[in-house]
C-alpha cells in the first residue's frame, strides 16, 4: 500500500478562508484529527473583499451555520464595528443581520477559534498536488505522489456518471516535497486557483491581491479530468480616511441595540462606528464613459463571467446609462485603521483612471487611494461534478467548497465549508452523508441549486431562492438545525442545553397564549381591550375574552404589548410548563438540575412566538407545499440506474440527467428543462428495473 | 407509492355512445363523488353497481340518473380508491361532471395516468411493462405534442402575457426585499392592487370561455331561420318532441318570435322560431326585423333551415351571409325524404361553398321532420357546435383544455388571495406566496419559470447590487 506520508490526519483541508475554516472546525469538533493548509498563516479568514459578514440572505446563512455549530457568527459577533438587522420594514422572514468587520481582528479572532480547537493543526504551505489511489479490480496501487493522468482516470472509470468511483484520494502533496495521508481532503482553494488579476491594461497572476496564484494545485484538478470553468469578481478602491471630507456624506449608523449572529452571543459589547452614504455625479459618469474601452471588462482582456449582482461601477454606467447617480457606501476596514472600503465601486479600470473618478466625487477631492481595485479571474470546478454532501463524483472522500464551486460571498462559503466538513468527518467514520434540505434550510437550497444546476455565473444566495421563505427565518435557524449539530458533535453539550431551555421557553410561551384568555378586569386586559375598542365605558363589549393567539391576530396588536402579561402568567404558572423536549443522550439535564425558567423570555424568542401566531395560515400553506416536496424527495433513484436505457427521453434531457444525476426524483424535477413527463418516465423505469432485478434474483 | 392527488378523467371513447364512464382513482375518489352524487342510502357497497342522481351543483336540478360502482384499495385497477360513474348524458354532461370533480379537488388525469398509477402500485406485472413503457412514452410525445402546439399559438400565447405581469410585479417585489439595501423604488400598494385587478380579470375572462357549467347551468339559445314552407316548424316540433321532457313554453317576447325551451342531454335547450325573415330582407327598415336579428345575433347558435326538395336559391345566399358573421351556425338540409331537386350532394356542396366564404364554424345535417331522420344527429350537433371548446372530437385535447380550465382556475384562486393580502397590507413576502400561488398553475402550461428568471427580471430592470 501507500507509503512514505510525512504525516497522517483524519481530514486535510486547503485552503484557510472562510470555506476552509468552517471545514476544518467541524471535522475537528466532530472528534477527527484535523489539519488546515494554507499558503499564508497571517491571513487565515482575510476578508478579501468588503468587510462586512451577512445581508440579505447571506445574514440567514450565517445563522444556519451557526446553528450547525459553526464559528463565523460568533467571530463576527466578537470584532463587529457596526451592526444592522436589514429588512425590518418587511416580515420577520426577511430580516437579516449584517455587519461590518474590523477586517484584522477577524483574522485574529479566527486564528484564536482554530487554534483553540485542540483537534486541529494549522499548518501553512503550498498543497500543489492531491494524491489519488486507483482501488478498480486489477490495477495496481499507485506509488505516491503519481496522478494518474486526464486518460487514466477516464479509462478507470468509463461512465463518470456511473456508480461508485474507483478512485479514491489517499492525501495531499505539499510544495516542498513532503506527502501528507488523509482519510479525506477537502479543497477551498477560493480564487487563488489560477487566479489572474486584472487592472486596467495590467495583469499578473495572483491568489488575492498581494499573494501568489495556486497554478500547480489548479493544474492537478484540470489533470484529474474535472469541468473546470473560468469565473470573474472585483473589489473596489480602498481610501485613506485622513483624506476624506467626511462632511459632505451622510452618515448611516448601526442599530441602537445591535443583534448578534451567534445563538449563543448575549450582548454585543465592543465600540461601535458609523458608515458613509454618497454618490456618483455626472462626472463621474463621464469620466467612465470616455474610459470605457480601457476597461479589461469591455476589452475582451477579462474572459471570465462576473456577478450580475456585484456589477463593477463600469458595468453599472454602460448598462444603465440613464440614472443619473449610484450609490456609495463608505466602510471603515477597522477601528485601528484609516483604511476605507468604497462599497459601489468595484472596478478593474486602470488606477490613473480609478484616481480621477473617486475625486469627482464631493468630499473625496482630496482622497488618496491605498489601494486601486481590481478584477479577478479564476478556476472553478462546475458543482454539478459533486453530490449533495459534496464529495465529489469522481474521487471518493475528495470534497469542495466555497468559491471553487463557483459562488461568491464569505457566507456562501462557509455553509458549504461546515458541511463539507461534516460530511467529510461522516466519510473517514464509515457513516452515511448529512445533507440539508431545500425545507430546512438556505444551506440546502445553495448546495441543491450548485449540484443539480451546475453555475454559469458566480452564485450567490438571495431569499427569492427559497421556496420556503417564510419557514426557513434567521428566528429560528436553531430550531432547524441546531438538534442536527449537537447529534454530529459540532454543537457542545452546554449549547444544546441552552438551545433546549429556548426551546421549552418558547413553547410554555405559545402554550400560554394558546390556552389563557386576557382578563378583560385585569389592568393588562383594561388597556389592551380598550386599544382594540372592546370597551364601552369600562364595560367589555365581546361576547367573550380572547385568548393571547386570537389577540395577536389583531394587526394592532404586537407581542410587545403582551409581554407583561406573559411573564406574568408565566411565572405564576411555576415555571416549568409542558413536556420537556426530548435531546438525546443526557441532553435533557440542564445545568440547573432540569429546573427551567420559562419566565425569562428573551424579546428574539417572544418575536418568534409572535411570527408563529401571526402569520400561521401562511406558514400552513407553506408546510403542505413543503409536505410534497419531502415526498418527491423521497423517492430515490438508484445509482445503479441507467438513463440511456429509458427511452422516451430527449437527447437534452437524458444528457442533463446523465451530468448531473439527481439523488431523487425531487432534485431531477428542479433541473431546468427537465419536464415532468420525463421525470414521470423514470419514476416509472425505475420500478421497471427494480421489478426486473428482483425477478432475476429470485430465479 | 401513494400517489398525493385523486384523479379523474372520462374513461369511455369520445363521442356519443350509449352511456359514459367517469373514472376517479385516489384517496378521495369517494369523497368526491358522494358529494357531487346524490344516492339513496351510504355508504355504497363495494364492487356493486348503485343508482344515483347527478344534479347541477349550483341549483340542485338533476341532470342525469347515474350508476356508480366503487372499488376499495387495493381491490381496484390501480390499486387505489376506484369510483366509476356511468351516465346516460351528452358529452357536455360527461364533462360537467368532470368539471365538477375538479371543483371539489380532483386534479385531469394526464393520459395514460391510471395505467401508471396501477403499474407503479403494482396491479400490472413486468410482463406488462412494455405496454406501460409505451403509454408513457406516449405521454412524453402527446406532451412535447401539445408543447408544440401552445407555443405555436393558442392557449400558451395567449397566456403568455398574463404571466409576463404577473412575473414583474414578483420581481418588482423580490427586488424590494433582496436588494433593500440598494435605492430600489417601493412599489405602491395601489400599484400592486390595481396590477391585480388588471391580471384577475384577464383570466377571468379566459376561464370564463371554457366554462361547461355555464352551459349547463345557463342553457343554450337556438335561432331556427329559414325561408317559409321550408319545414322549420315541424323540426322545430320533432326537436322538441323527441324528448320526454318538455319543460315549458316561454311566451315569444315579440310577435314574431316564438321561445320553449327542451331538455336536450340534460341542456336546456331554447329554441327561437324566427318566423318574417323574408320579409326581413325585403323591408330593411322595419323596426320587427330589427330586433329579429338582434335575437339570432344573441342566440348562442344559429340553425338555417334550407328544403332539399326545392332548387337553391338567391334568398338562402342572402341568408347564409347575413347569418355567417354571427358565430356559430348550422344548416338544415330538410325534408330529404323528398326526392331532391338538385342532387342532395351538390345542394351540400353549394351550402358548403358559401360557408367556406366565411370563417364560422359549420356544419350541414340531412333532416327530415317527417320521418324523424337525422334529428338525433342534428342534435348532437347542436351541442357540440355550441359548446365552446370546439374540439369536442378528441378527449385528449378536451382533457388539455380541462386542465387549462383548471389551471387557470387555480392560479386565479391565488390572486385572489394575493389581493386579499394587498389590502390587509401584509408584508411583501407573504403576498409573494400567493403570487407564486398563482404563477405556479399558469407555469404548468407555458413552462416552468425558476428562481434564475425573476432574478434575471431584476437584474434587467434594476441596477442593483455593489
Redo the contacts between chains.
Sequence with gaps: MLSGFTEKYDVVVVGAGHAGCEAAMAAARMGLRTALYTINLDLIAQMSC?PAVG???KGHLVREIDALGGVMGEVIDAVGIQFRL??T???P??WSPRAQADKKLYRAKMRQELESEPNLRIKQAEVIDLLIEDRSAGSLPRPVGVSPTRREVASANPDPAGPRPALRVRGIRLRDGRTVEAGAVIVTTGTFLNGLIHCGENQYPAGRSGEPPSVLLGEALRRLGFEVGRLKTGTPPRLDARTIDFAKFQAQPGDPVPTPFSFRTKAISQPQTVCWITYTNAETHRLIRENVHRAPLYSGQIKGIG?????SIED?IV??PD?PQ??L?LEPEGMDTYEIYV??M?TSMPIDVQMAMVKSIAGLERAEMIRPGYAIEYDMVQPTELFPWLETKKIRNLFLAGQINGTTGYEEAGCQGIMAGINAGLRVQGKEPVTIDRTQGYAGILIDDLVSKGVDEPYRM????AEF??HLRIDNADERLTPLGYQLGTIKLKDYEAFLEKRQRICAATKFLLETRLDPDSRAGHEIYSRLGLMDSGRFTAPAPLTGAQLLKR?ELAIDDLMAWIGEGLRSSGGDNGPRPQGGDGGAQGPGEGVVHVDSLTREEARRVETDFK?AG?LQ??EKQME?MK?AEA?RIPDWFDYRKV????REVLEKLTKVRPLTLGQASRI?GI????V??V???I??FQ??AA?QASK | MVSEDTIVAISTPPGRGGLGVVRLSGDRALEITTSLVKFPKLPLDTQRATLGIFSELASGRALDQVVVTCFRQPHSYTAEDVVEISCHGAPVILRYLVECCLERGARAAEPGEFTLRAFLNGRIDLTQAEAIRDLIESQTLYQARVAAQQLEGSVSTRLQPHKQVLLDLIARLEAGIDFAEDDVAVIEWQEILARLDRSRADLQKLVEGYKYGRIVREGLTLAIVGRPNVGKSSLFNSLLNEERAIVTPLPGTTRDLVAETANVGGIPLRFVDTAGVREALDEVEKIGVERTFRAIADSDLRLLVVDASEPWTEENTLLLQRLRPLGALLVALNKSDLPPCVSLVELEGMVQADLDAGVSPSQVVHTSALTGAGIHELKEKILETAAPARDLGLEGEFITNLRHQQLIQDSLQGLTKARQAAVERLPHEMLLLDLYDALRPLDLITGATYADDVLDIIFKTFCVGK
Design positions: 468588503n445581508g440579505i440572505a436589514l429588512n420594514s418587511r416580515g422572514a426577511v456577478p450580475r449582482y456585484c456589477p453599472k448598462k444603465f440614472k449610484h450609490q457606501f462599497n459601489g468595484s438571495f431569499t427569492s431562492r421563505r417564510l394587526s402569520y401562511y400553506q407553506q410534497r415526498r423517492r427511452s422516451g427521453l430527449s431546468p419536464t415532468p413527463a420525463a414521470s418516465l419514476n416509472c423505469y420500478e421497471i421489478r426486473r425477478e
